[in-house]
T-cell receptor, first 114, second 119 residues
Framework: GNSVTQMEGPVTLSEEAFLTINCTYT??????LFWYVQYPGEGLQLLLK?????DKGSNKGFEATYRKETTSFHLEKGSVQVSDSAVYFC?????????????FGKGTLLTVNP | GAGVSQSPSNKVTEKGKDVELRCDPI?????LYWYRQSLGQGLEFLIY????????KSGLPSDRFSAERTGGSVSTLTIQRTQQEDSAVYLC?????????????????FGNGTRLTVT
């Protein structure tokens, strides 16, 4: 089956620190990979995505590279801000069959202190 | 513009009661999804609608759970005889794609969810 494992939080950083949130996956088929973010009091929103191996998704200073050889899609940001405090979810979707379903990780709570 | 709207935002109910959760998707979105977010469990897929039909109900946890969608728009998730383990945040999402993999080019747009507490 399909599954996503991401590092457990909470993660607490100081402003301008470097962020890495690890994500690995198992999938039957060739997945597309996503990071979603949930800011306090808001719904989930797509942060970035990558649809094939070696693609790099990027948005708002965040990046993640689709690594097929290590089945990973780690999220990184060079300098976090207080406004980045949120819960981050790694997710995948596999084409073919029930390909509309997103399989999510359990989420990682990030807190950035000034 | 208007996003996905869910109501109520919070619901507290007694064990054994029935509850209805409502989702208003973004206008024109043909695909609608329900997910459940439990503490420490991440997001679990419940059901998917394409128009008014539900090609995939495989995530519904038991026969106490049902959902319908009318007019290709509003959806209602009903939980009968609620149990304490039903306590969670129920999230609705919509997508404009009408077929194929909606995730590739049309990411899911999520509502803020309904927090259900069963006492």
């Amino acid at each position: 089956g399909n599954s996503v494992t991401q590092m457990e939080g909470p993660v607490t950083l100081s402003e301008e620190a470097f962020l890495t949130i690890n994500c690995t996956y198992t999938a039957t088929g060739y997945p597309s990979l996503f990071w979603y973010v949930q800011y306090p009091g808001e719904g989930l929103q797509l942060l970035l995505k990558a649809t094939k191996a070696d693609d790099k998704g990027s948005n708002k200073g965040f990046e993640a590279t689709y690594r097929k050889e290590t089945t990973s899609f780690h999220l990184e940001k060079g300098s976090v801000q207080v406004s980045d405090s949120a819960v981050y979810f790694c997710a995948l979707s596999v084409s073919g069959g029930s390909n509309y379903k997103l399989t999510f990780g359990k989420g990682t709570l990030l807190t950035v202190n000034p | 513009g208007a996003g996905v709207s869910q109501s109520p935002s919070n619901k507290v109910t007694e064990k054994g009661k029935d509850v209805e959760l409502r989702c208003d998707p973004i206008s024109g979105h043909t695909a609608l999804y329900w997910y459940r977010q439990s503490l420490g469990q991440g997001l679990e897929f419940l059901i998917y609608f394409q128009g008014n039909s539900a090609p995939d109900k495989s995530g519904l946890p038991s026969d106490r759970f049902s959902a319908e969608r009318t007019g290709g728009s509003v959806s209602t998730l009903t939980i009968q005889r609620t149990q304490q383990e039903d306590s969670a945040v129920y999230l609705c999402a919509s997508s404009p794609r009408t077929g194929g993999n909606p995730s590739y080019n049309s990411p899911l747009h999520f509502g803020n969810g309904t927090r259900l507490t069963v006492t």
